[in-house]
């Protein structure tokens, strides 16, 4: 499976700022998603990140708030806009494979004070 | 709009037993089937994908699938304490997005 990784590992970030987390990974990929896990809950998708194109979003989270690059079949980034306790949450990066497998980078832990 | 349900737990089973953890999905049109570990502080790890109805063996993990029921289990034997975790259940259909389930916390008591 592909190697994952993520930059920043966590971050203390104050109300009103921005972060941008950056996913490399160490083969080219079609398909990589950004999703959101709080604390004691299953993960959510935010969106999928598409390498020439603009990112597609699920219900519930604009680009806006989450603007997403993706210049190449292997990098990717996701910012968090304007940022709110409530967004604080462990963001995960992933990549899914010709099997239709996902796999999943070490995440970002975020708190926002 | 699909789900995905489990058991949240916590499962509690006494090492060496088998611990049985169990998914049931609400779209009949699924096609994948994976399940996912996550230590506490950690990302989500692939365990187990199955596609096809039946019992996919890998080491001390059996997947079933039961697409009629939609259901999907995962079972471990001889289960060890670094077994540890929260389970998650994820259904897919081609082309289209992962659902997670809320996952199910194993506890395994040495």
């Known amino acids: 499976s592909a190697v994952i990784s993520q930059k920043p590992s966590r971050d203390i970030c104050q109300r009103g700022t921005s972060l941008t987390i950056q996913c490399q990974v160490d083969?080219?990929?079609?398909?990589m998603f950004w999703y959101r896990q709080q604390p004691g809950q299953s993960l959510t998708l935010i969106a999928t990140?598409?390498?020439?194109?603009?990112?597609?979003?699920e219900s519930g989270f604009v680009i806006d708030k989450f603007p997403i690059s993706r210049p190449n079949l292997t990098f990717s980034t996701l910012t968090v806009s304007n940022m709110s306790p409530e967004d604080s949450s462990i963001y995960l990066c992933?990549?899914?494979?010709?099997?239709?497998?996902?796999?999943f980078g070490p995440g970002t832990r975020l708190t926002v004070l | 709009q699909k789900e995905v349900e489990q058991n949240s737990g916590p499962l509690s089973v006494p090492e060496g037993a088998i611990a049985s953890l169990n998914c049931t999905y609400s779209?009949?049109?699924?096609?994948?089937f994976f399940w996912y570990r996550q230590y506490s502080g950690k990302s989500p790890e692939l365990i187990m994908s199955?596609?096809?109805?039946g019992d996919k063996e890998d080491g001390r993990f059996t997947a079933q699938l039961n697409k009629a029921s939609q259901y999907v289990s995962l079972l471990i034997r001889d289960s060890q304490p670094s077994d540890s975790a929260t389970y998650l259940c994820?259904?897919?259909?081609?082309?289209?997005?992962?659902?997670f389930g809320p996952g199910t916390r194993l506890s395994v008591l040495p």
């Open positions: 994820a259904v897919n259909d081609y082309g289209q997005n992962f659902v």
């Open positions: 779209d009949r049109v699924s096609q994948s």
């Open positions: 992933s990549v899914e494979d010709w099997r239709n497998e996902q796999f």
């Open positions: 199955i596609y096809s109805n």
């Open positions: 990140a598409n390498q020439g194109s603009e990112a597609t979003y």
């Open positions: 083969s080219q990929v079609t398909m």
